[in-house]
């Protein structure tokens, strides 16, 4: 079983006809420096869009940019700390001046596991700027510019979880974070008119650098293998026991911001092998 990040296969990536995806219009994507921020932003950027990916990490950021030249796609990195509103605003100024901001994706994330009680309040803190204030943020400073577009459209994608349906323990702050997100999207498709649409991913595991991190601690904390916390405690309620690629995610996500989806307006795309819905 390789537990590794895979790379990008260009041969995996999704591409779509659709006449919005023009490199006259922006696309947006937070986290891009690793995991299904980096696979999201360079499969909008080999979908023809110009991509302002973002992500804290100006170094692993830099090298989603490479990645995605190679694919023959273009995409500007812009180093930000989403928790700060200073660079929250910039960002966007940063997006206008590429052309038509169209697509927001908010992938970024991090995670803290600790029961309710021994939870501390600065982790919290980060997680909800992060998780949930930066893409309102976003959210709300990208929608009036969509509405300026010819069009009058726009589309934003959020990053929610099998935590945005059902809780696991000592995750709290991390399910309240993705069961936002949900309501987040909702709300704004509620306020779009048919025109702003939003709508959320729900996966299981990925092979991301946060999900990969946590599977030889587990394996020592259990005394099992690497491959068992994977198939038996990661995969446990899934009857797929294989992580998704990140590629697969992001392509999740390209179905959703392109014109195949236009009655996706609000809604949820639950990809978990079965974790929530089966039995």
Known sequence: ??????????????????????????????????????????????????????????????KTREIARDMGGQMVFYKADLTDDRDVETTVAEARNLGVVKYLVNIAGTQHIDAIEDFPM??????????????????????????????????????????????????????????????????ISAEGGGKIRSFTVSTGYVKTPLALHQIPAQARQRGISEEEVVTDVMMGRSRIKEMMSPVEVANIFIFGISRHAKYMVGSDLLFDGGMVLTY
């Not at 919290?124 to 204030?133: A, S």
């Not at 009036?144 to 702050?173: C, D, Q, R, W």
């Open 122 to 187: 600065e982790k919290y803190d980060l997680m909800h700027r992060l998780m949930l204030r930066a893409p309102f943020y976003l959210s709300k400073l990208a929608i009036p510019l969509m509405k300026e577009s010819e069009e009058g459209t726009g589309v934003i994608g959020n990053m929610s979880s099998v935590h945005g349906h059902m809780t696991t323990k000592n995750k709290a702050v991390y399910n309240i974070a993705k069961f936002g997100l949900r309501g987040l999207s909702q709300s």
């Open 1 to 62: 079983m390789n537990l590794n990040e895979p790379a990008i296969d260009p041969g995996d990536v999704l591409r779509l006809s659709d006449p919005a995806f023009v490199p006259d219009n922006v696309c947006i994507v937070t986290g891009a420096g690793t995991g299904i921020g980096r696979a999201t932003a360079v499969t909008a950027a080999a979908n023809n869009l110009t991509v302002l990916g973002v992500d804290i990490d100006a170094t692993e950021g830099e």
